[in-house]
């Protein structure tokens, strides 16, 4: 289980699915949107923060493993990827869940992990092409 609370001043210390690096997320609702914010080093990426909910659910439908697929904004997501569904104009928010032009992609990376840390998810922690898939 990851440390901390989820909030701003108690975030979560979790470690991206490759088990590379540490990063802290946190829910705050006071942002316009509000958000996931996710610190990693002195970069702050930001979903919105329905991305927590519409995840699961898609990942209980899905009902299987599910690739993470994560990459930069920049860069093309693996097809039938977590990442490329979190960017996807037909998932529940309409498109990008990240917030930050230029700093919306990894959504695969960094998303999933939350997701564990709130017992919603089991990732299969792979040094390359993790997935993901909904808690039995």
Known sequence: MAEGSGVKDDPWTLTTPSGGSQFQAWRDE???PPALVVQVGKTQLR???SA???LHAMLRAHGDWMLLGGADEQKPAPADSVEAWG???DNP???WYG???GLRGR???YVPPVLEALGLVELDRAPRNG???AAQ
């Open 30 to 32: 006071a942002l316009d």
């Open 47 to 49: 979903y919105a923060i």
């Open 52 to 54: 927590i909910d519409d």
């Open 87 to 89: 960017r996807a104009p």
């Open 93 to 95: 928010y309409g498109g």
């Open 99 to 101: 917030l930050k032009k």
């Open 107 to 109: 959504f695969g990376v």
């Open 131 to 133: 997935k993901v898939r």
